[in-house]
């Protein structure tokens, strides 16, 4: 019979929990095309609504739009973090920095201000979260690497609740009309 002592146990509980563990849970699954390009639209996504919720903060008409840009800035902020993280651990490069397009969503918005600003950008959100819940969900469901297709089932609930929180300061701003 084998002898283990109290280091031999801790070594091997070690080995199995954090070598075989780990390697077991991460997908190595090569990121497709499509993996690919969610990621790069999913970021830039991300960087209108951090750019777009920090102007809203500082700037909208109402304070629901403006608490409203605050949330949408902070969760996006989070979210871009754990995309570009899961990017850079498989070997993926997505830039960080608003493409070409994102700005000029950006800045279609930011020129304007008080209740135009406020109504254009609750439409915007609209228009954006229909499209991430959209995006988010197939690739949750059909994505190529596990783990993305997790990230992107994890962040659906947040994204749908967003949509769920424009609809309803855009209700309220439309009663005070």
């Known amino acids: 019979m084998i002898k ?3 280091l031999h146990i801790a070594v091997l509980s070690a080995s199995l929990l954090f070598g075989g563990a780990a390697s077991a849970l991460a997908d190595s ?3 497709s095309s499509t993996d690919k390009a969610f990621l790069k639209s999913a970021v830039q996504g991300g ?3 951090i750019k777009t919720g920090d ?3 500082e700037n909208a008409k109402y304070d629901d739009v403006q608490d409203l840009g605050k949330t949408l800035a902070s ?3 989070s979210l ?3 995309l570009i993280s899961f990017a850079e651990d498989h070997g993926y490069s997505v830039p960080a920095d608003a493409s070409a397009v994102t700005k000029t969503k950006v800045g ?3 020129v304007l201000s008080g209740g135009a600003f406020d109504a254009a950008y609750l439409k915007a959100l609209k228009s954006a979260h229909k499209t991430d819940i959209k995006a988010f969900k197939e690739e949750a469901a059909n994505g190529n690497n596990s783990d ?3 990230l992107a089932k994890d962040a659906l609930p947040t994204l749908k609740h967003h949509y769920k929180e424009v609809r309803t300061v855009e209700e309220k701003l439309d009663s005070k009309d």
Do not use: Q
Request: hydrophobic share 40%; net charge positive.
């Open 108 to 110: 279609a918005l930011t």
């Open 47 to 49: 960087l209108f609504e």
């Open 55 to 57: 102007y809203a903060a």
């Open 80 to 82: 871009n973090k754990k």
């Open 29 to 31: 699954t090569p990121l």
């Open 148 to 150: 993305l297709r997790s």
């Open 75 to 77: 969760d996006h902020a």
């Open 4 to 6: 283990l002592n109290h």
